[in-house]
């Protein structure tokens, strides 16, 4: 094989890209989130507002009979909950204790 040819090959091998698996390449917080004890369906006291954090590190909540109103992402530290909506806007909350999370000044109980 001539060897200018021969590098060009090892170059060309060097530069393709490589394939992973889904979960290689999800977030770290993903991957921790899934087995995270707050993951589940959060309802105000009366229902109407029902707020599901997902085990992927998104949430989906409904307002009444307008299901996913809002989604997004969401990050815990310690007992602190940060959300970023897919329309642009921030929020935050705190679990109070494993069944009380306060948010946007409301009162969620797990269900």
Do not use: C
């Not at 090892?10 to 393709?16: E, P, S």
């Not at 993903?30 to 009366?46: A, E, I, L």
């Not at 969401?74 to 494993?98: P, Q, R």
């Amino acid at each position: 094989m001539n060897s200018r040819f021969h590098g060009f090959a090892i170059v060309a091998a060097l530069a393709m890209p490589v394939a992973t698996s889904a979960s290689e390449t999800a977030a770290p917080e993903n991957q921790t989130m899934s087995q995270h004890r707050y993951v589940g369906m959060w309802t105000t006291d009366d229902g109407r507002i029902r707020h599901e954090l997902l085990p992927n590190g998104r949430y989906d909540e409904a307002r009444g009979s307008r299901q996913s109103a809002y989604q997004g992402r969401y990050e815990i530290n310690g007992n602190h909950i940060d959300y970023w909506d897919d329309t642009g806007f921030t929020a935050d909350g705190e679990f109070v204790d494993d069944n009380t999370l306060h948010h946007g000044g409301m009162i969620f109980r797990r269900k």
